[in-house]
């Protein structure tokens, strides 16, 4: 009897733990997010080991806060304190992959990209071991990446979104997804690569529907996120047998805008409700 107990204990021990960072909401509104990242990126006709694709990385978000729209449609900036912090009981990691070379290369966008994918997961630090972005920075990518879309301690845990580049950056092209303002070489670079997303609501995730507002302007339409990343030079990431694959640090910030949670859309509409209500027995 004892021993069953005791088994009992442990297995409601181990399901509380494994509940103990569940996905944390995103307040309505607009957000700020800032990430750090290492990837691989392929010039000269070369690919990073998938047919076609010249790109590809993983990340962690550094912190998530709530921000202010300082353009409509355009343009949001960081306000008030993070409500997100890396490491703080929970992480927030990824993967982007399947970028191709735009074309054509241009004086605003010398290195275009097109197409391309990102999958966001939450990684819960009682189920998950902490992934350091700067231990990987420095380790190169050996051994992290599993699949074209999978990478060890990016991709497992809760998907939060899948999400697609998608047109806009470049008003003149409706095939580029990506502007890059500098041709990656060995001797050393700084760019930064402008891109919108959308996303995929069919692949599901616990942040889809939040973050699916095409509250973005773009020359083709809406878009439900905007990034604006730079990109300089990291040699551990270089592939050490083909001089034309290079490895480059990512960093700086997405935008985004998220619905309100349903329950404050009821509560808003009750809000209203009374207020018309108010409104109507002044009148009387």
Request: proline share 6%; glycine share 12%; hydrophobic share 40%.
């Amino acid at each position: 009897m004892k021993s069953k107990l005791l088994a009992f204990a442990l297995g409601l021990s181990v399901s509380i733990s494994a509940f103990a960072n569940p996905v944390q909401s995103l307040p309505g509104g607009p957000l700020f997010v800032k990430f750090t990242g290492a990837e691989q990126i392929a010039v000269n006709g070369a690919n990073t080991g998938y047919a076609n694709e010249i790109s590809w990385g993983v990340f962690t978000v550094d912190t998530l806060r709530k921000g202010v729209v300082v353009t409509p449609n355009a343009q949001i900036s960081p306000s008030g304190p993070a409500f997100f912090s890396d490491g703080a009981g929970a992480q927030v990691t990824g993967i982007f992959y399947g970028v191709q070379q735009g074309s054509p290369a241009t004086a605003a966008n010398p290195f275009p990209g097109a197409l391309g994918y990102m999958d966001l997961y939450w990684r819960d630090m009682d189920a998950y071991s902490y992934t350091d972005m700067g231990a990987v920075s420095l380790n190169g990518p050996a051994g992290i990446r599993t699949s074209q879309s999978t990478a060890t301690g990016f991709t497992d845990g809760t998907l939060l979104a899948h999400i697609v580049f998608t047109a806009g950056i470049d008003p003149s092209n409706p095939t580029v997804t990506i502007s890059g303002s500098q041709v990656p070489t060995q001797d050393g670079f700084t760019g930064q690569s402008d891109f919108f997303a959308n996303i995929d609501i069919t692949a599901g995730g616990a942040w889809a529907d939040k973050l699916d507002t095409d509250f973005f302007n773009t020359a083709f339409g809406q878009a439900d996120l905007k990034f604006k990343n730079s990109y300089n030079l990291l040699t551990q990431w270089s592939d050490p047998t083909n001089s034309n694959i290079i490895g480059a640090k990512i960093d700086d910030p997405a935008q985004a805008f998220a619905l309100p949670e349903p329950g404050a859309l009821a509560l808003m509409g009750l809000a209203l409700v009374g207020m018309g209500a108010i409104r109507r027995r002044k009148q009387k």
